[in-house]
Every structure is written in structure tokens, then in C-alpha cells.
């Protein structure tokens, strides 16, 4: 389900440098379909070691789709530039004379590379760890509520869908015996023909197609017969308008329901000998496409 949540809170500087400046903690969660749960996770080198507590909330409280979650952290752009001091500034010069008398060929340091070396990032708060986990629940509980929002959006348009398909299968309900009919004129036409062929002058058909003609008739009337397909059919709508009222994670559930529901439409198409029944069962197959796509979208 696709959803998108983001949030910054400022960290206050440590006591062991009150004067540092202050830094923005910031955290993203996009979140795209998907059948399963794919967790992605972009984090600078000062957050690395958070993302086994972040998987673990994100494993909790989500169960389908791509998510990807990106965390930083960035320094106020009106923070203050600290010069080095003459003591910083000695040590590294003691270095770079000692480094030269071991290697003369090396060259003398920039003022440049100097300031690069002695540059320090500001200190981390000591409670990085658990401002970043709860930063990360408070977007996690605006993605939860963005993906309702659109869960709501996809259940009313799967409950539409149901209601077009149980008009379609009380539409095909009384094509059945009117398949049966027509059959029953063919195997008429064909028993005249079997007796025309044979000479029979008596009205009775001989034994052998008397009998061929019963096994042909039985044998397609167990082929029309789409009863059962029709009654698992609207068990399963009756299935799957259960569970959208029943809400909850639901979505793997409604994904084989949504393959039963394809089976029937696919069998009542094969067993189909009219244009209106072929309609009906195109129809269907239409439907259930719709819920399928829309249905990998649920948790």
C-alpha cells in the first residue's frame, strides 16, 4: 500500500560541548505495493548502527509493501565556525615536523589542510539511539494513517466490485436451463438423423443409437451444469465481503479468495455454449482482475 510520512526534531547540543551547534534529526518513510514486506533502509554513517532497532519497529507494525526509510542528521545553517586553538595547532605542527625528519620528501601542510585536519564534527547527543526510534514510531504512526485512509478508499471500491458480480451470477443463474434446451433440440435433431441413416420405419431408434445418444446427452448435460460453479462462486463473495467488514490484516486472505474467485469465472467461461453466458463470464474475469490488482494493495 503506498503511503509517504516525514518528520525533524532538533537534538539539543551534549554538556560536553554546550557551545556546539545545534543539529536536525530527520526521518522519511515512503512505502510503495508490494505482496510482501521489503524493508530499505538509507542512513548516514553516524546512524548505521540504529537500523537493527529500526527494522525491528517497522517489522512490528507493517506487514506488506516496498518501504524504504531514510534518516539524517544536519547542522543549522546559522551555526558559528570554531578556529582552532594554539594547543590544536602545535600538536599538529609537532606532528608534521616529526613526520618530515623520517620523510624529507614530504611536504610542508596547507593552512587549508590544516583547518580540514583539526576540524571536528559536533558531538553526538548521547541519547541519539532513542530520540531517533521514537522520531521513526511518530512517522510510522502518520504512514499507518495515511495507509488506512487509502485501505478505505480500495474497501469501498472492492465491496462495488462484489456487488457487480453477484449481479452477474444472478444473471447466469436461469442461462442454465436454457443451455439445456437448446441441447436437448440438437440430440432431437440428431437422434432423426441416426434413425433417417439407419432406415428405421417404426419410430424406434436402433439399440446403438439409442444408446450413444443417451451417453452424449448425459455427458454434455454434466459439462453445462455450472450449479456448483455459481454457488462456490457466491460463497466467495460472500467470503471476501466478510472480511472488508471485518477489516484487520487481510490481504493475503482476499489474494487466494481473489484466485478462487478466478477459477470459477475461468470454468463457467469453458463451460459456456451462449453468447450471453461467454458475456457474463468475460465480465467476471474484467471484476476479478480489478480485485486482484487492488487487493496486492491491502495488509
Given at each position: 500500500?503506498?503511503?509517504?510520512?516525514?518528520?525533524?526534531?532538533?537534538?539539543?547540543?551534549?554538556?560536553?560541548?554546550?557551545?556546539?551547534?545545534?543539529?536536525?534529526?530527520?526521518?522519511?518513510?515512503?512505502?510503495?505495493?508490494?505482496?510482501?514486506?521489503?524493508?530499505?533502509?538509507?542512513?548516514?554513517?553516524?546512524?548505521?548502527?540504529?537500523?537493527?532497532?529500526?527494522?525491528?519497529?517497522?517489522?512490528?507494525?507493517?506487514?506488506?509493501?516496498?518501504?524504504?526509510?531514510?534518516?539524517?542528521?544536519?547542522?543549522?545553517?546559522?551555526?558559528?565556525?570554531?578556529?582552532?586553538?594554539?594547543?590544536?595547532?602545535?600538536?599538529?605542527?609537532?606532528?608534521?615536523?616529526?613526520?618530515?625528519?623520517?620523510?624529507?620528501?614530504?611536504?610542508?601542510?596547507?593552512?587549508?589542510e590544516l583547518l580540514q585536519l583539526l576540524?571536528?564534527?559536533?558531538?553526538?547527543?548521547?541519547?541519539?539511539?532513542?530520540?531517533?526510534?521514537?522520531?521513526?514510531?511518530?512517522?510510522?504512526?502518520?504512514?499507518?494513517?495515511?495507509?488506512?485512509?487509502?485501505?478505505?478508499?480500495?474497501?469501498?471500491?472492492?465491496?462495488?466490485?462484489?456487488?457487480?458480480?453477484?449481479?452477474?451470477?444472478?444473471?447466469?443463474?436461469?442461462?442454465?436451463?436454457?443451455?439445456?434446451?437448446?441441447?436437448?433440440?440438437?440430440?432431437?435433431?440428431?437422434?432423426?438423423?441416426?434413425?433417417?441413416?439407419?432406415?428405421?420405419?417404426?419410430?424406434?431408434?436402433?439399440?446403438?443409437?439409442?444408446?450413444?445418444?443417451?451417453?452424449?446427452?448425459?455427458?454434455?448435460?454434466?459439462?453445462?451444469?455450472?450449479?456448483?460453479?455459481?454457488?462456490?462462486?457466491?460463497?466467495?463473495?460472500?467470503?471476501?465481503?466478510?472480511?472488508?467488514?471485518?477489516?484487520?490484516?487481510?490481504?493475503?486472505?482476499?489474494?487466494?479468495?481473489?484466485?478462487?474467485?478466478?477459477?470459477?469465472?475461468?470454468?463457467?467461461?469453458?463451460?459456456?455454449?451462449?453468447?450471453?453466458?461467454?458475456?457474463?463470464?468475460?465480465?467476471?474475469?474484467?471484476?476479478?482482475?480489478?480485485?486482484?490488482?487492488?487487493?496486492?494493495?491491502?495488509?
Amino acid at each position: 500500500m503506498t503511503g509517504y510520512a516525514c518528520a525533524s526534531r532538533r537534538l539539543h547540543p551534549t554538556e560536553a560541548a554546550p557551545h556546539a551547534p545545534e543539529l536536525v534529526l530527520g526521518v522519511e518513510i515512503r512505502s510503495v505495493n508490494s505482496r510482501f514486506l521489503d524493508l530499505g533502509f538509507r542512513l548516514g554513517d553516524e546512524l548505521r548502527a540504529c537500523e537493527p532497532v529500526l527494522r525491528e519497529r517497522l517489522q512490528a507494525r507493517l506487514k506488506r509493501g516496498k518501504v524504504e526509510l531514510r534518516a539524517w542528521i544536519e547542522g543549522r545553517t546559522e551555526a558559528a565556525w570554531r578556529a582552532p586553538n594554539s594547543a590544536e595547532l602545535q600538536k599538529m605542527l609537532a606532528t608534521q615536523d616529526q613526520i618530515r625528519t623520517w620523510m624529507p620528501q614530504a611536504r610542508e601542510l596547507s593552512v587549508a589542510e590544516l583547518l580540514q585536519l583539526l576540524s571536528r564534527a559536533p558531538p553526538l547527543p548521547a541519547a541519539l539511539n532513542d530520540a531517533l526510534a521514537s522520531l521513526a514510531e511518530q512517522v510510522l504512526d502518520e504512514l499507518r494513517s495515511a495507509r488506512q485512509r487509502e485501505g478505505e478508499r480500495l474497501a469501498q471500491m472492492l465491496h462495488d466490485r462484489l456487488e457487480q458480480l453477484q449481479a452477474l451470477a444472478l444473471q447466469a443463474q436461469p442461462l442454465v436451463p436454457a443451455q439445456v434446451e437448446q441441447q436437448r433440440l440438437r440430440f432431437l435433431e440428431r437422434w432423426n438423423e441416426a434413425m433417417g441413416h439407419t432406415g428405421a420405419d417404426s419410430g424406434t431408434a436402433p439399440a446403438a443409437a439409442h444408446e450413444r445418444a443417451l451417453t452424449e446427452a448425459t455427458a454434455y448435460a454434466l459439462r453445462l451444469d455450472i450449479a456448483e460453479e455459481l454457488t462456490r462462486l457466491q460463497s466467495h463473495l460472500s467470503e471476501i465481503g466478510q472480511l472488508l467488514r471485518r477489516g484487520g490484516e487481510v490481504g493475503k486472505r482476499l489474494d487466494f479468495l481473489i484466485q478462487e474467485l478466478q477459477r470459477e469465472a475461468n470454468t463457467l467461461g469453458s463451460k459456456s455454449s451462449s453468447l450471453a453466458l461467454t458475456r457474463i463470464a468475460v465480465e467476471m474475469k474484467v471484476l476479478i482482475e480489478q480485485m486482484r490488482e487492488q487487493v496486492q494493495n491491502l495488509e
